[in-house]
């Protein structure tokens, strides 16, 4: 299925949680859009902090660099 132009294909990944875990997830860097994924200065947390920072760090630096967020546990 084709992804929708209008947003980026970040927004179209999903992370299943399992009911009852608490997992935790690092957001990770592209730095220059090249080279290998690296742990930003964040430390590991729960989804929804690690989205909103993502989206945040998105909203500013999307045209030098690349986001993700990764489970840890």
């Keep these: 299925m084709a992804q ?3 947003r980026p294909a970040w927004l179209c990944h999903t ?5 009852g875990e608490n997992p935790l997830f690092q ?8 080279g290998d994924w690296e ?3 964040y430390h590991p ?5 690690a989205l909103n920072i993502m989206a945040y ?3 500013f630096y999307s ?7 990764v489970q840890v546990s």
């Design 4 to 6: 929708p132009l209008d």
């Design 15 to 19: 992370i299943r949680v399992v009911k």
């Design 27 to 34: 957001i990770q860097i592209l730095f220059n859009k090249v």
């Design 39 to 41: 742990n930003t200065v």
């Design 45 to 49: 947390m729960n989804i929804n902090n």
């Design 57 to 59: 760090l998105n909203k």
């Design 63 to 69: 045209h030098e660099h690349c986001y993700r967020v």
